[in-house]
């Protein structure tokens, strides 16, 4: 019986390099989707901006986990939701998109 060694990588942050943010060509050559089909998939709201993505200027740069919990979960709305509330409560600011009032 052949023994694993531990993985390494034991954090998300550690899996991508420390890189949270990534523009749309490293985040096309990522997950291998091309920009029309990112842009069809934020019309009919999969990728929300200020959520999946931000601007600046004209450049969109890509939050990562979420991208990723989005991928994982892209049928399951309620567990996705869950992660953006956890993401957005673990921001220095403790700001969440999704407090009520």
């Known amino acids: 019986m052949t023994n694993f060694?531990?993985?390494e990588i034991t954090t998300l942050p550690e899996l991508l390099g420390g890189q949270?943010?990534?523009?749309q060509v490293e985040l096309q050559q990522l997950?291998?989707?091309p920009?029309?089909?990112?842009y069809v998939q934020?019309?009919?709201g999969k990728w929300v901006q200020g959520v999946h993505?931000?601007?600046?200027?004209?450049k969109k740069l890509w939050c990562l986990p979420l991208v990723?919990?989005?991928?994982?979960?892209?049928?399951?709305?309620?567990?996705?939701?869950?992660?953006i509330k956890?993401?957005?409560?673990?921001l220095p600011s403790g700001w969440s998109l999704l407090k009520q009032g």
């Open 53 to 58: 993505f931000v601007r600046l200027g004209r």
């Open 20 to 23: 949270i943010y990534c523009s």
């Open 68 to 83: 990723l919990d989005r991928l994982h979960h892209w049928e399951d709305e309620v567990t996705h939701q869950r992660a």
């Open 42 to 44: 934020t019309q009919a």
């Open 31 to 33: 997950i291998g989707i």
């Open 35 to 38: 920009a029309p089909t990112l």
């Open 86 to 90: 956890n993401f957005f409560d673990r």
């Open 5 to 7: 060694p531990e993985p």
